[in-house]
């Protein structure tokens, strides 16, 4: 497994020689509540790319870090774009790769509102209808992931999953003593931001900007792990089932 950005080219035809796979992390800076980056859904699907890559092997490109869709859109910090501003460099990119020689390529996306998740299926798919001798894999690590007991869908917005992945990948980055309440709405907000009663829409509440359950009381790394584990397995498995497809037909 390489990074691409660090590569010389004669490490690439190497890698492109032995595992002709192509790990393309999305994300988007977003505002994850107090305690996560705001980087955070791009830093999380660098990570488990790069954890599928040391088993599957391949190239783990930067994450592109714009993304689109999703409910805060104007909270302070985020910098989500419409989708014809990112679309065609995602496509261009994926056309490239296949040019190259890579016979797999895995858009993973760690951001996932609906527009986002329709618009990695439909970059994928359409690459596919371009370049048949590479297969595309367009997904988020929510449709690759069980939900845990009790919960309807395996997934949130910098709560119990996404702040347990973080303790399982790289505890560092999250700040839970930083879930406080108090702050100045004044001071953390833009003037078109949403405001409105309940913490994904309150600046003064401790939870403000969090989908889902509280972190601080629910989400562990020992959840982060089975998690991980899981979205790596089977990330795995596609991968290698779609290599093993397209190379031996």
């Known amino acids: 497994m390489v990074y691409y ?53 391949g190239v783990v490109f930067p994450t592109f870090f714009y993304g689109t869709g999703g409910g805060h859109v ?12 990112i679309r065609p460099l995602l496509a261009a990119t994926l056309d490239r790769l296949a040019r190259f020689g890579f016979r797999v390529v895995v858009l993973l996306t760690g951001h996932y509102p609906p527009e986002q998740v329709r618009m990695v299926h439909s970059l994928a798919e359409e690459a596919a209808g371009c370049h048949p001798g590479t297969r595309f894999i367009g997904l988020t690590e929510a449709e690759i992931m069980t939900a845990l007991p009790g919960d309807d869908y395996p997934g949130d917005h910098a709560a119990k999953y996404e702040t347990s992945v973080a303790l399982a990948l790289a505890p560092e980055w999250v700040r839970l003593e930083r879930l406080t309440s108090g ?34 009381m629910t989400a562990s790394a020992e959840i982060g792990q089975t998690l991980v584990k899981e979205i790596t397995g089977r990330l795995v498995e596609r991968v290698s089932h779609e290599l093993r497809e397209v190379t031996d037909g």
């Open 74 to 85: 104007s909270y302070q910090w985020t910098a989500i774009l419409e989708e014809p501003l």
């Open 183 to 216: 702050r100045d709405p004044a001071l953390v907000t833009l003037p078109d931001t949403l405001r409105g009663d309940g913490r994904p829409y309150d600046p003064s509440d401790a939870l403000y900007a969090i989908w889902g359950d509280g972190p601080r």
């Open 5 to 57: 950005e660090f590569s010389h080219p004669d490490d690439l035809e190497a890698t492109l020689r032995d595992a002709p796979v192509a790990y393309v992390p999305l994300g988007t800076y977003e505002h994850h509540g107090w305690h996560l980056p705001v980087g955070f859904d791009g830093i999380k699907a660098h990570a488990l790319c790069r954890r599928a890559a040391e088993q599957t092997g």
